[in-house]
């Protein structure tokens, strides 16, 4: 795979329109429309990657800086920041999980310096995310998801790892840890959960970008009821360290109570009653319900607690998580601050036995109500 993009790379550059003079890497330079971009390897500019990958390199070719450097002149805003890891207030310190979400996405991202157009001016520090993806902020009634749109996307696996026994979801949540529903880690048809698997697509893939590791120890949430289905979440400590870069790294933890009335599910589980489970990660759009409307779905059959328990679903069309979906992560996407990220907002925990009915949700562990337990754990040695 590797091999082939490379020579894709050395035949589109014949296509590229060249500029009257070499530029070096990481100066401004000036498209053929007269818009202002910054010299880059072609590797590293996501706009013209989609035009080659579009197969429309003939019909809109880019502009070369250096034809031996194999740079083009990427049409990137200048100059622009990424936000600093400090505080921004006195009286609000930088909780430890809002940190450490800041710190991996530094791996999504490229620092150049940029050359002015100007003699004597001064050098412009720029970021450029390196996203692999393009998210459009749908599982039952989802659709497909980008390749590496969900790099914090994780199946459970169960006995000897085998193919059939990659049941419920999880999200990676920092190098060495995964969170995931509390009655996902001990299931009775398999036993304690014992394997991880990252970086894949589809649920056989086992490829050179998927990684499995092993689970060297489970937390449970102490006061989980397999009754009422209260704090519905758990830890899973990996055997060894993740390496964070911009196909796997952690989803960020929720440092308030978000309102947001629309979220993202993922997973790979049953696409709908009766259903088999997807062998594709699904991706699901889903709408809030407020605790009224939530309890009036369940009737008197458990009781929805509005602290640690979030409702999402569809109210006029037949989008839910279900069955295989469990311990997987109801997301947020982040702002420009923190590029490239979601934000986990809830944990898949039960719904309807006929999941995906109209005006019937799913219900979610609110993952703010436990942030302290799971700070207290996953970053325990760290300030």
């Given amino acids: 795979m590797i091999a082939s993009c490379l020579k894709i790379i050395i035949i589109t550059i014949i296509y590229c329109e060249t500029v009257t003079a070499d530029l070096i890497l990481g100066q401004r330079c000036r498209q053929k429309d007269n818009t202002l971009g910054i010299c880059l390897k072609i590797n590293d500019c996501k706009p013209v990657m989609d035009i080659i990958r579009s197969g429309q390199i003939r019909s809109n070719p880019p502009t070369v800086c250096s034809q031996t450097a194999r740079t083009v002149c990427c049409p990137v805003a200048v100059p622009t920041t990424i936000t600093s890891t400090s505080s921004t207030t006195t009286n609000h ?4 999980s809002e940190k450490k979400c800041r710190e991996y996405a530094r791996a999504t991202v490229q620092k ?9 001016e001064q050098q412009n520090e720029v970021i450029i995310d390196k996203c692999k993806h393009k998210s459009v902020p749908l599982i039952v009634g989802g659709t497909e998801a ?4 969900f790099p914090h996307q994780a199946l459970l696996g169960y006995n000897d790892g085998d193919p059939g026994e990659w049941g419920c979801g999880g999200s990676l949540i920092s190098p060495k840890f995964v969170l995931t529903a509390a009655h996902c880690l001990y299931p009775r048809s398999y036993g304690a959960v014992k394997f991880v698997k990252l970086g894949m697509h589809s649920r056989a893939q086992n490829d050179d970008k998927v990684f499995i590791y092993g689970v060297q120890e489970i937390f449970q949430h102490p006061t989980y009821s397999t009754k009422t289905f209260n704090d519905d979440i758990g830890l899973l400590r990996l055997n060894a360290t993740v390496t964070i870069n911009e196909l796997i790294f952690p989803i960020c933890m929720p440092t308030m109570l978000h309102e947001n009335y629309n979220a993202i599910a993922s997973g790979f589980g049953r696409t709908g009653y009766g259903e088999s489970s997807s062998e594709i990660l699904l991706k699901v759009g889903l709408e809030k319900f407020e605790y009224e409307e939530c309890q009036e779905a369940f009737g008197k059959s458990i009781r929805v607690r509005n602290d640690t328990m979030l409702c999402y679903g569809h109210h006029s069309e037949n989008k839910d998580s279900c069955s295989g979906d469990s311990g997987g992560p109801l997301q947020i996407r982040n702002d420009k601050k923190v590029p490239c990220t979601y934000t986990q907002i809830g944990v898949v925990s039960f719904g309807l036995k006929m999941c995906g009915t109209i005006g019937k949700p799913g219900v979610y562990a609110n993952v703010f109500h436990y942030l302290d337990w799971i700070e207290n754990i996953v970053w325990q040695d760290e300030e």
């Fill in 93 to 96: 310190p930088m909780r430890i």
């Fill in 112 to 120: 150049i310096f940029v050359q002015s157009l100007l003699i004597g």
């Fill in 146 to 149: 980008d390749l590496y749109e």
